[in-house]
């Protein structure tokens, strides 16, 4: 069975342009989770789906980031614009319960 | 003071020894703990989880909790070069909702050969 797929695995963009984050969950799960891990804050949750709907988005940094998740099967993760302070690997991971089933990470540099 | 606070490491293992993590948490009210290893450029993979006091045995592995003393502990027996990783600590604060884990900062662990 595929795992949690994640796009782009690496980007470099420029501060100020529109960062987009996909990820399509393993099926069948109903959890969709998206974090951010960087050196200095380390793994943290940005916001949480349960059967395509938005249950808690706290950890959100700030109104530049926003999440969708339109379907089941596919979320997005929207940087806009883009800040160098947003570089970091993000995570997407799915969960049919306990547990987190990570992607690979998507590696944001934003220069 | 950190929810959730490991040592960062390097926890240096000769090969075929004992691998001892630790992790204290703040919420006392901590119902459900849990233990990532996280391969350097990877993502991270659970290895277990647990729920009561007590220990919690999964091959080479072992998960022991005290939640008077607030802590959780994972033991590798026989670690192997390929136990070369940052292991993670995560716990469900009751005062998150429910997908809500926090996460330490992780222990790097080095076995020796």
């Known amino acids: 069975d595929a795992g949690v797929i994640q796009s782009p695995r690496h980007e470099v963009t420029e501060m100020g342009q529109e960062v987009t984050l996909r990820c399509k969950p393993i099926?069948?799960?109903?959890?969709l989770f998206w974090y951010r891990q960087t050196m200095m804050r380390g793994l943290e949750l940005l916001i949480y789906?349960?059967?395509?709907?938005?249950?808690?988005d706290s950890g959100m940094p700030e109104d530049r980031f926003s999440a969708k998740m339109p379907n089941a099967s596919f979320s997005t993760l929207k940087i806009q614009p883009s800040e160098p302070r947003d570089s970091a690997v993000y995570f997407c991971?799915?969960?049919?319960?306990?547990?987190?089933?990570f992607g690979e990470g998507s590696w944001l540099t934003v220069v | 003071q950190k929810e959730v606070e490991q040592n960062s490491g390097p926890l240096s293992v000769p090969e075929g020894a004992i691998a001892s993590l630790n992790c204290t948490y703040s919420?006392?009210?901590?119902?459900?703990f849990f233990w990532y290893r996280q391969y350097s450029g990877k993502s991270p993979e659970l290895i277990m989880f647990?729920?009561?006091?007590g220990d919690k045995e999964d091959g080479r592995f072992t998960a022991q909790l005290n939640k008077a003393s607030q802590y959780v502990s994972l033991l590798i027996r026989d670690s192997q070069p390929s136990d070369s990783a940052t292991y993670l600590c995560?716990?469900?604060?009751?005062?998150?909702?429910?997908?809500?884990?926090?996460f330490g900062a992780g222990t790097q662990v080095v076995v020796t050969p």
């Open positions: 789906f349960n059967n395509n709907v938005p249950i808690d």
């Open positions: 647990i729920y009561s006091n």
């Open positions: 995560a716990v469900r604060a009751t005062t998150d909702s429910w997908g809500k884990l926090q």
């Open positions: 991971a799915s969960s049919p319960g306990e547990g987190r089933y």
């Open positions: 919420d006392r009210g901590s119902q459900s």
């Open positions: 099926s069948g799960h109903d959890y």
